[in-house]
């Protein structure tokens, strides 16, 4: 068999690290600069007219958090969520502490909110015996407690001993968490704080708000400029990793929403919190540009977004409501963590690996493509669907050649590494090296995805397993028994609210981390209803409740779907394609195998012609 792809093989990147997203379009003189950008970059489309519990483009990684890695959270109360919704997923985020008369396991050891980067970079020292503040115990009703942790505990310390044996404890499991740890997800809060002058340890509160009391020949307050806090984040991270021997660690910075509570500076409270967020995201933001191991997620841009219209803070406008801070872990989980779909699990009834054969048959002959061919290739995509739109995507219009990428060959899954590969890279699995060879999709501009689970089969697949046929057969022990309905109910529509919405989560990531200009899915067909009466049995066809079916399919995808993005979904005509019973016609199937759900190229025409109907609408490149 000849080979249809040209040979472009790369070393495998490591699962957990996407490529660098892509440089800038350059511009030809006399071109607007602004003309090529993505919609994210403009305000109107990115933001005024973007849902702002997804913001497409808001942010790209340069690594994924894994299942594997041991992950240590520190700094200002919002990174307690980052820690609770981590744990909660069954990450890797020991608590190395003690956990004797404590009040929570907020973050990765018992010290509490750590504000500042200084003070961060003090308590880095002390675990490596270089650092050591001047006042060890401030004096209670009931005892003693620690001025570097004053709200840790449910009760106080009965003695200063006790106190500081429970701090060299607490310093060791300190130790500890930075040895061991991979991934520091640290939350810039505050550039405010309160310093004891004769050693200059900083305070995580004001003395004399929980503890201690204010005394100016002692105590002085400290807010820090844009190039202190640089300098300690450089020194943070040098300072542990001396402590591990040199031994490399990644660094995940945030921002915290949280407005000042109080100033203590000269400013009215509302400029002296613009002031300290300001200078920590700019700090954040030139840091992470600087470092490739450091990297700077959005969440202080997720919940002051004016899109929201002030909708994720409580009514005193400072505390984040709750559902807010879902939506900003739910979107960092979305892109910041590895799951089991980035690891390479092919979800259900998108590959159809039991229709291989229908793939290789089609694609038995080389690419032919006629007329002139155009520098710019198509990128097709598709599960074995694929094979009744080879034809249609050769023939297309503008005389561009065509990648096609065969998702039951693939290995890894596209789908599955959209993070990572950004379906730009593709490798056929071991043992098809006569038939495939792997290649590269770099200077594609238009992706066409085929089936996958949407629409189609993909219906008939939530009800069950649907196999491959083979003589013999009996195509109801090979397809699933689906319920006859009359009518379209709530309850129908919600039991395909999962695999709809899987098809959106799809298309969303496609949007967020693919650059191409445009992208279409185009819906699985349905099968012919002669193959439905054998799958599916008489009685089901003859009630006609598939039409029900598809409608509460589509309702469910509707709504999961909300705003229209990038990806065009594109369903096929059915009130032209179909019998009464809802199935496709007879004269549509693609092999005379009385099991075969597949649908010949004809089936496509309507769908292919939207296609290129957009296109021509669409300044090249294509």
């Known amino acids: 068999m000849r080979r249809i792809f040209e040979r472009l093989r790369k070393p495998e990147k490591p699962a957990q690290t996407p490529p660098a997203p892509p440089p800038a379009a350059r511009t030809q003189i006399g071109q607007n600069p602004y003309d090529a ?26 690594f994924l958090i894994t299942a594997d890695d041991t992950i240590v959270t520190m700094g200002s109360c919002f990174a307690q969520h980052i820690a609770n919704w981590l744990r909660a997923r069954n990450f890797n985020v020991p608590f190395y502490d003690t956990t004797d008369h404590i009040r929570a396991k907020s973050f990765s050891a018992n010290y509490g909110n750590v504000y500042t980067v200084r003070q961060a970079v003090q308590l880095v020292q002390e675990a490596r015996g270089m650092w050591r503040c001047s006042e060890p115990a401030w004096p209670v009703d009931g005892g003693f407690v620690d001025p ?101 660690f990644r660094m995940l910075l945030t921002v915290s929403p949280v407005p000042l509570t109080a100033t203590a500076s000269q400013n009215h409270v509302l400029s002296a919190s613009t ?74 009834g998108i590959g159809d690996v039991d229709c291989e054969d229908a793939l290789l048959d089609a694609f038995a002959t080389p690419a032919v493509i006629s007329g002139k061919v155009d520098n710019t290739p198509l990128l097709v995509v598709g599960n074995s669907h694929l094979a009744g739109a080879r034809t249609h995507a050769e023939g297309n219009p503008f ?39 792997d290649f590269t999709a770099k200077d594609a501009r238009t992706l066409i995805i085929v089936g996958c689970g949407f629409m189609g089969d993909g219906i008939v697949r939530v009800h069950g397993e649907l196999r491959a046929g083979a003589p013999g057969c009996d195509g109801r022990k090979i397809s699933p028994t689906m319920p006859i309905v009359s009518s379209v109910t709530d309850a129908l529509v919600k039991t395909y609210a999962k695999s709809a919405g899987a098809i959106v989560q799809y298309a969303r990531k496609i949007e967020e981390f693919c650059d191409f200009d445009q992208v279409f899915w185009i819906a699985s067909p349905d099968m012919t209803e002669a193959v439905a009466r054998f799958r599916l ?74 296609v290129w109907r957009e296109l021509r609408a669409t300044p090249a490149p294509r």
């Open 37 to 62: 950008l993505p919609a994210d970059r403009f305000w109107r489309s990115g933001v005024q007219q973007s849902d702002p519990a997804v913001m497409p483009g808001i942010h790209s990684p340069k």
């Open 148 to 248: 570097l942790r004053p709200a840790q505990f449910n009760t106080p310390f009965p003695s200063e001993a006790r106190l500081q044996a429970a701090r060299t404890d607490h310093l060791k499991a300190v130790h500890t968490a930075l040895s061991q740890l991979d991934v520091l997800v640290f939350t810039l809060g505050l550039t405010e704080a309160w310093r004891v002058i004769a050693c200059g340890s900083i305070l995580p509160m004001a003395p004399g708000v929980i503890a201690g009391q204010i005394d100016d020949n002692r105590h002085e307050f400290v807010n820090f400029r844009y190039n202190e806090v640089l300098a300690d984040l450089c020194a943070l991270h040098e300072g542990i990793l001396a402590l591990r021997g040199g031994r490399a």
């Open 275 to 348: 002031y300290s967020k300001s200078v920590l995201r700019a700090v954040a933001g030139d840091f992470c540009a600087d470092h490739p191991f450091a990297d700077y997620f959005p969440s202080f841009e997720l919940v002051n977004n004016p899109a929201a219209k002030s909708a994720h803070f409580e009514d005193n406008l400072r505390s984040v409501k709750p559902d807010a801070v879902a939506m900003v872990m739910s979107c960092f989980e979305r892109l910041c963590l590895q799951s089991a779909e980035d690891s390479g699990v092919t979800s259900a």
């Open 399 to 437: 005389g561009q050649a065509v990648q096609f990428a065969m998702l039951n060959f693939l290995k890894p899954d596209p789908f599955a590494t959209i993070k990572q590969r950004r379906f730009r890279e593709f490798s056929f699995r071991a043992g098809l090296d006569d038939k495939f060879a």
């Open 537 to 610: 049995g008489d009685e089901f066809v003859d009630s006609a409740a598939f039409p029900h079916h598809r409608a509460a399919y589509l309702a469910a995808f509707q709504k999961a779907l909300g705003t229209a993005g990038k990806v065009r979904f594109v369903c096929h005509p059915t009130d032209s394609l179909s019998e009464a019973s809802g199935f496709s016609k007879n004269v549509y199937a693609a092999h005379r195998n009385i099991w075969d759900i597949h649908c010949n190229a004809s089936y496509f025409d309507a769908a292919f012609e939207q």
